[in-house]
């Protein structure tokens, strides 16, 4: 895809009561002030983004379906489904970009049904644990990614 580089960002399940829930795990925090960052490091580096949240696994795969040759890159944050959904790693495999996983906590240091991922054999690559910094640096990695192309 010629021109400007253009990311999606999908975030799955609850990630919309972020600053309410968990905040000692998820950071205090909203997914807007999450999104507000990340629009800015996107201006530094003079990407495009488009952002979605949904609690529908069938709205997340639509999206992931719609963007493919529309976006060169897919950040997500799979969030539960992360864990659990086939149908959403198989939507992100056909994407023909890159995907980079994220996540705000880190999974292999929590509950043990969190530590398998579904999605990070199809990334490029995944950065977990840094709370609102995980979109940051996928972001950031993605500019340098290129950079060395």
């Not at 600053?19 to 000692?24: I, K, L, S, T, V």
């Not at 944050?77 to 996983?101: C, I, K, Y």
């Not at 490029?124 to 990695?141: D, L, P, Q, V």
Request: aromatic share 6%.
């Amino acid at each position: 895809m010629a021109g400007k580089t253009k990311i999606l960002v999908v975030n799955g399940p609850n990630l919309n009561m972020l600053g309410m829930r968990e905040p000692e795990t998820y950071g205090a925090l909203t997914l807007d002030a999450i999104e507000a960052k990340c629009r800015a490091q996107c201006d530094r580096h003079g990407f495009e983004m488009s952002w979605m949240q949904s609690n529908s696994e069938a709205v997340l795969i639509d999206t992931i379906q719609k963007g493919c040759g529309q976006y060169d890159w897919i950040i997500v944050n799979g969030a539960g489904l992360t864990h659990t959904s086939v149908a959403l790693r198989d939507a992100l495999a056909l994407f023909p970009g890159q995907v980079v996983e994220v996540h705000l906590s880190n999974i292999h240091a929590r509950e043990t049904f969190r530590h398998t991922s579904l999605i990070t054999a199809i990334a490029k690559g995944a950065i977990i644990g840094f709370g609102a910094a995980s979109y940051i640096a996928a972001i950031t990695a993605i500019a340098e990614t290129q950079e060395e192309a």
